[in-house]
């Protein structure tokens, strides 16, 4: 080994805490960049393939009935490679001790052949036999919910006919991985899940024999989604059809893919925080370690060393750093992933869920690590080896202190000496005073951005479910009703308040774009719901026109007073034109909204109830539920309070993890910060500091000076980081909103106070362990050297 | 006993008794001290000399509590210092002793009477920082820092620093060893004014025999031992010292 490579280790062995801190904090943006980067391409990858090898479907179409050939008329439109028929129907299940309404979408599988497109993958069991007529396919996640196993039986009622199923197979379809009954916002396993039941059999159950209700497109490879739709539209509107639509449409596809783009949101912002601190903490370290090496550089040129030897020499330095980094980063983002991963697979549904380790992944992160630690060295060797050797030879002239504003103003404010040491040395290093704070304060931002993403989803949820909502129960009617079906509703013991739904299944159309969707009746005379915006307020109903939540306008590219088209998707089908009269800020989904004028002007007819909110006697909800399973009109009912468990639930289980990660990572920069500035102001004022004890100052009160200027720095990059923690948040919160969901930016106050004790914790432990260094001064030995 | 004892001419401001002082650096052991025995009289002034590593700035370390005797006993008055904590030591060297150093270690931060003031803001009786500088003839470069006056000017505000507290005791390691002769004299004047008008014992390290003129007592050190004290009955004035 060369002199200079063990001058090398002996240096790095010499400042192996400060090492060490550097390495730590890059190693966290490797580690969060490999763990949601890994994560994002696992998930990506493991979805594909099991999109491509089960056939997933392209397009999906649902109609009322047309006759089974109506598949060949379909796969005759060019683009379109596979098209199959089929039947879903939803049906209540009834389970015995179980007072919850539940249900379940059955969904029809031809017996004699395996499904070309969306195929079961069974874990468990067979396939439904020809001529067992209550035969079923359970899907994995609720039959784990409910334990059911092969051979165990449900109670159904399917089109109105009460049928006992058996279970002999449990199995996945790429188009369930998330299942969701209708009308919901989050899968629950528990009451509600997916049957596949043979063709034959669910045929004759809902009497559609030789017809279909559903029809799914597979398209060839270069075929364009929006047009194969309009033409199927045309094909399937005189059966009932109520609108094709492409997979980004499909619920388990568009959660999936939200989820997706949360973690690539997370990939993009995070990283880059933490690799801008590192970056500036191996400039910081490095910087030092070169100033005080002055006389040895200067004695390298004077052998005749090379500025470029000797930039690589400082160079290897960071390089190490770099590699120790990469190593610990890589290792952590890949067994954090792995957890990830396992937690993840308790959500999606896939038949195999692996942790992919894509060695670009690894180039990337690595990359980035040994990029951010040699420019950090670049910047600081330009400065070392463009002095003259003879200059670099002689001490470094002594620090000058000039007074400038900041000073004035503290020797006006009487500051004792000590304090006026700490003012005077921040005002004549300010790069090095913002570097710190600067740190702290992106770390501070960084815990606040991601502590206030529970607040925020939090908010979300219960502005939807607590402010947007007061009825106890939802319920769904098998067609739409007229006020006879609300009045039977009333009747029931325990009811107190009944409120119509009315919804129009709808496509809207702005220029070339078209979405569909339904547009709901609202009324400002609701006791029962209410339109909130983001920020909790209560919004107003227009009285004619439309009201758009802002999601759906950015889709369709409108803002409010355009005048957009309304094609009914049911009944007449007529198309009607109508002014947005507002956009709205809503927390969940595309939606739309009129008042009820408005609505009966779309559907020219009267307007039925296409189901019921109900208020009801909490005392009596066991009694109600089971009436309204038994009533034959009733497709399905919802608890409100259960929805709301269930959501806060995955909030917690997702985000939990991910604010562990978080915090820990926001403490590693915090006090990889504070701990290389505390060690360089160290080393730097070790003289003046001894001096201080020489003259009669306590340990304390000099340990006190040092700890002064770092808290003072500290106290500064709280305001500082709090801002940048909105920024972060605000960025983040619309990041990972998606179609689903709009988060708000709605932090609890006491995220700012638990993020500045974080920190303030980290730091002041940091302090410290720094402090401790004073008590150790050797006084002579100190006092001897020259300055 | 090494060297002849000293004869202390008023009550003693220190008392050393047996003063030894080993060092272990690595495998070996470096005797600073052999054995000191040292009386020193309330506002005596007193010069050591000898070459490097005779043990002056041993003893004068362990008389200012900044370092500690591995054997004897050392006492201010009446109080052993040998027998203080770390705390005791400090509030000692805060309570009673000024310091001042060839290389000056003043606060480059801070301006000359800002200096003086960090001292006088934890003394109990001190001068005023601005009567300080006076003393030493610089109340007119109080506002400059360090970087901004002479080495001269330096080590008189090191000076005034050290007095501002009013010390019983003034210990000084080569004060003129990095000035030149004028600038050396006028600092000398400026402490020996201090001893003359106030009482203040004084204790000079120095190379430099020259110095040993204004001295009432020279202590000549030689490996840790006083190898010989000289008496001087009618010290001299420092303008009188040529070098």
């Known amino acids: ?217 597979l398209l060839e490879p270069d075929a364009v989604s929006g047009e194969v739709i309009r033409q199927l539209d045309r094909l399937l509107e005189p059966y009932g059809g109520t609108g094709a639509y492409a997979r980004e449409d499909q619920i388990s596809h568009a959660l999936l893919d939200s989820e997706l783009s949360q973690l690539d949101a997370l990939t993009r912002v995070i990283p880059p925080v933490f690799l801008v601190v590192a970056t500036f903490l191996v400039l910081f370290v490095l910087g030092r370690l070169i100033r005080t090496e002055r006389a040895q550089i200067g004695l390298m040129k004077a052998f005749g060393y090379s500025n470029a030897a000797i930039g690589w020499h400082y160079g290897k330095f960071a390089l190490v750093i770099a590699i120790l980094a990469s190593v610990l980063g890589c290792a952590a983002g890949v067994w954090m992933g792995r957890a990830m991963t396992e937690l993840y697979a308790q959500y999606y549904r896939f038949p195999s869920l692996e942790y992919r380790l894509d060695p670009g992944v690894f180039l990337i992160a690595v990359g980035m690590a040994v990029g951010a630690a040699m420019l950090g060295a670049l910047l600081g060797v330009r400065s070392a080896v463009s002095i003259t050797p003879a200059e670099a030879l002689a001490p470094p002239p002594p620090p000058i202190y000039r007074d400038g504003p900041f000073e004035r103003l503290a020797v006006r404010a009487g500051l004792s000496p000590a304090g006026l040491m700490i003012i005077r040395h921040i005002a004549r290093w300010p790069g090095r005073a913002v570097l710190t704070a600067g740190g702290v304060a992106l770390s501070l931002g960084l815990l606040f951005a991601t502590l206030q993403f529970h607040d925020s989803s939090r908010f979300m949820i219960q502005t939807f479910f607590l402010r947007a909502q007061a009825q106890d129960l939802t319920v769904t009617f098998t067609q739409p009703r007229n006020e006879r079906a609300l009045h039977e509703l009333e009747q029931l013991p325990g009811v107190f308040r009944v409120e119509p739904v009315r919804a129009v299944p709808v496509r809207l159309s702005f220029a070339n774009r078209s979405e569909r969707g339904v547009i709901e009746s609202v009324s400002d005379a609701s006791q029962l719901s209410a339109r909130i915006d983001r920020n909790g307020a209560k919004l107003a109903v227009p009285p004619r026109g439309l009201m758009l939540s802002r999601q759906l306008a950015d889709q369709l590219g409108v803002s409010s007073g355009a005048e957009i088209e309304v094609r009914l998707l049911d009944g007449e089908r007529t198309s009607t034109v109508h002014r947005v009269a507002s956009v709205v800020d809503e927390v969940i989904g595309a939606r739309a909204y009129a008042a009820e004028d408005t609505l009966l002007a779309i559907t020219r007819d009267a307007l039925p109830a296409s189901g019921a909110l109900l208020r009801i006697d909490p005392a009596l909800r066991d009694d109600i539920i089971d009436r309204l399973g038994a009533m034959p009109g009733v497709l399905g009912v919802s608890e409100r309070s259960a929805a709301f468990a269930l959501f806060e639930d995955m909030i917690d289980d997702n985000l939990y993890t991910m604010l562990f990660v978080f915090v820990a990572f926001a403490s590693a920069i915090v006090v990889g910060v504070v701990y290389n500035s505390a060690r360089i102001l160290f080393s730097e004022r070790a003289h003046e500091l001894a001096t201080l004890q020489v003259l009669g100052y306590h340990r304390s009160e000099v340990a006190a000076i040092l700890v002064g200027e770092l808290a003072l720095l500290v106290v500064l990059a709280i305001p500082l980081g709090c801002v940048v923690g909105v920024g972060l948040g605000q960025l983040m919160t619309a990041m990972f909103s998606s179609d689903l969901f709009r988060i708000p930016f709605a932090p609890a106050r006491s995220t700012y106070g638990v993020s500045i004790i974080v920190v303030l914790v980290a730091a002041a432990a940091t302090c410290a362990l720094v402090a401790r260094r004073v008590l150790a001064l050797d006084l002579v030995r100190v006092l001897k050297a020259r300055e | 006993m090494a060297g002849p004892p000293a004869t202390p001419t008023a009550a003693p401001a220190f008392r050393a008794l047996g003063l030894s002082k080993v060092y272990r650096t690595g495998e070996t052991e470096v005797h600073a001290l052999r054995g000191v025995d040292l009386d020193i009289a309330a506002g005596e002034v007193l010069v050591l000399l000898g070459p490097s590593g005779s043990g002056k700035s041993t003893l004068l370390n362990i008389m200012g509590g900044l370092d500690r005797p591995s054997s004897g006993q050392l006492f201010f008055g009446d109080e052993e210092l040998t027998g203080l904590d770390d705390g005791g030591l400090t509030r000692f060297r805060r309570a009673h002793v000024g310091f001042i150093f060839q290389f000056y270690n003043l606060v480059p931060s801070l301006t000359a009477e800002e200096n003086v003031r960090l001292v006088t803001d934890i003394a109990e009786r001190p001068l005023e920082p601005m009567a300080a500088l006076e003393l030493v003839g610089l109340a007119k470069r109080a506002a400059h820092y360090p970087a901004q006056l002479s080495g001269g000017e330096q080590q008189r505000v090191a000076v005034a620093r050290a007095i501002a507290k009013q010390p019983e005791v003034l210990l000084c390691d080569e004060p003129t060893g990095a000035l030149d002769s004028a600038t050396g004299i006028r600092v000398l004047e400026a402490l020996v004014r201090i001893n003359r008008e106030r009482g203040t014992t004084l204790v000079i390290i120095t190379h430099n025999s020259a110095i040993a003129g204004i001295a009432d007592r020279v202590l000549h050190f030689l490996d840790g031992r006083i190898a010989r004290i000289e008496h001087n009955a009618s010290p001299i004035d420092p303008a009188g010292i040529v070098w």
Do not use: C
Request: proline fraction near 6%; avoid cysteine; hydrophobic fraction near 50%.
């Open chain 1, 1 to 217: 080994m060369n002199a200079l490579d063990t001058k090398l280790l002996r240096d790095l062995w010499r400042l192996r805490g400060q090492v060490l801190a550097i390495a730590v904090v890059l190693a966290a943006a490797t580690a969060i960049f490999v763990l949601s980067a890994g994560t994002h391409a696992s998930l990506a990858l493991t979805r594909d393939v099991y999109y491509a090898r089960n056939g997933f479907a392209d397009v999906f179409a649902e109609l009322t009935r047309a006759p089974a050939d109506i598949t060949e008329r379909a796969a005759a439109i060019p683009g379109v490679a596979k098209v199959e028929g089929g039947i879903r129907q939803l049906a209540t299940l009834d389970m015995p001790g179980r007072h919850e309404p539940m249900r379940a979408i059955v969904i029809s599988v031809p017996e004699y052949r395996p499904r070309q497109i969306n195929r079961i993958t069974l874990l468990q069991g067979r396939m439904p036999s020809p001529d067992a007529a209550g035969e079923i396919v359970a899907d994995e996640a609720f039959a784990e919910a409910n334990a059911l196993r092969p051979g165990d039986t449900i109670d159904a009622v399917i089109y109105g006919k009460r049928q006992t199923l058996q279970i002999v197979g449990i199995g996945l379809a790429p188009d369930h991985i998330f299942s969701i009954a209708p009308g919901e916002l989050v899968p629950d396993n528990r009451r509600f899940g997916v049957l596949w039941m043979g063709e034959r059999a669910l045929a004759a159950a809902t009497d559609r024999v030789d017809a279909i209700n559903t029809l799914v497109v």
